[in-house]
């Protein structure tokens, strides 16, 4: 058997299944990209919850597998070399469950190389200009009188739909016919924009046709309605 022991995340954490894949997550919108993955790629793995309301991302024991705190964190028991790998940031995690499975990657090195492009798009505008904007609309930032920064992030939300938009124009997916980790990377945060931060209707998305309907595609993958609900809040 897998012995993880030497990773103190496990004393907090313990895995039941130390072969498979130990997912630390929540269902957000970074954390669900890797349940996602791993769900349509069928990859064995164990998910484990991070309550942030019990602070258990400032756990030593979460730190000790990701010191800046932040969900999803993996440790794969049959990692390069048949060693153990941790690893944290979703984005690489969705690269390596790509590179590990052979799945949800371009086999040409151009069209590779445009996902990955597509992914660091995600990572560097719609994650965090999304998250800024929900911060200014739902949550404590909703009582601040000047609306200013609010406004600042929608109109940077829209410029970011728009460009998405364009390029999904005549497109199934992001890479064209080909789901990849581009769309497995940008589609939670769509959802959770017009979903849970309520903000369809401030950053007009009814203007996004093509976003609309691949955002609708997305959610109908039985890969993806898995996905969404791991690791499962406690009822």
């Known amino acids: 058997m897998t012995d993880l022991s030497d990773f103190a995340i496990t ?4 895995a039941a299944h130390p072969d498979r894949l130990q997912l630390y997550s929540l269902p957000t919108p970074n954390g669900v990209k890797v349940s996602i993955a791993l769900e349509e790629t069928g990859l064995a793995y164990e998910p484990h919850l991070v309550r942030f309301d ?18 999803p964190a993996i440790i794969d028991p049959n990692g390069p070399g048949g060693r153990p790998l941790a690893l944290f940031e979703s ?3 969705l690269v390596y469950i790509a590179g590990k499975t052979g799945q949800l990657m371009p086999a040409d090195d151009a069209a590779r190389y445009e996902t990955l492009q597509w992914v660091m798009f995600q990572m560097g505008g719609i994650g965090p200009m999304f998250g800024q904007l929900g911060f200014f609309h739902k949550f404590a ?9 609010r406004d600042r992030y929608v109109a940077e939300s829209r410029r970011l ?6 390029h ?3 497109r199934r997916w992001i890479m064209g016919d080909e789901y990849t980790i581009a769309d497995i990377a940008s589609f ?22 093509n976003v609309k309907r691949v955002l609708a595609a997305f959610l109908e993958r039985p890969a993806v309605v898995r996905g969404l609900d791991v690791p499962k809040r406690p009822a």
């Open 11 to 14: 004393k907090k954490w313990p």
């Open 54 to 71: 019990a602070n258990d991302q400032m756990s030593p024991e979460f730190l000790s597998l990701n010191p800046n705190n932040k969900i």
């Open 91 to 93: 984005g690489a995690i």
């Open 141 to 149: 930032g909703k009582d601040y009188e000047d609306k200013r920064p």
């Open 161 to 166: 739909l728009a460009v998405l938009d364009k």
């Open 168 to 170: 999904l124009e005549g």
């Open 188 to 209: 939670p945060w769509i959802r959770n924009l017009v979903g849970f931060y309520e903000a369809g209707g401030l950053v007009g998305f009814d203007d996004f046709a």
